[in-house]
């Protein structure tokens, strides 16, 4: 279901996150969606012998649970996008459970504008994503 804040009830600290257990068949679909069929996410036969130690899902696929959050949840509904600055600061391996989380640091009320936090982490608490967020917010 998707949300549809209103842009006036939008308040500097308010918050959304979500989980998903990333699956060797997201790791696959991505790769098909993406074209990037690197080694190191879809051959264990290559990847046991990266400094992984073993296959890792896409960096933006965990990055594309940022962007589900931006627009099904916060803001929701008629989010637009601007900008995404991403650091990668650890691997993702098939199995893992992340979670995704926007945090409201800025409201530019002329623009419609939103300034978001964005930040995934493991199960076991470990950054995998920093970032941060622009978004325009119709209504």
């Known amino acids: 279901m998707v949300q549809d804040v209103k842009f006036a009830d939008i308040q500097v600290g308010d918050k959304a996150s979500m989980a998903k257990t990333v699956s060797e068949y997201d790791v696959y679909t991505f790769a098909g969606l993406s074209g990037d069929f690197n080694p190191v996410h879809i051959n264990a036969e ?59 640091i800025e409201k530019i009320e002329a623009k419609n504008r939103l300034i978001f936090k964005t930040t995934v982490i493991n199960q076991e608490g470990t950054l995998v994503i920093d970032g941060k967020a622009t978004v325009m917010k119709k209504g």
């Open 46 to 104: 290559f990847a046991k012998n990266t400094m992984f130690k073993g296959r890792i899902a896409h960096g933006m696929l965990s990055a594309g649970f940022i962007s589900a959050l931006l627009g099904t949840t916060l803001p929701g509904a008629n989010t637009i996008y601007l900008a995404q600055e991403l650091a990668f600061k650890a691997p993702v391996k098939i199995g893992d459970t992340v979670t995704a989380t926007v945090e409201v």
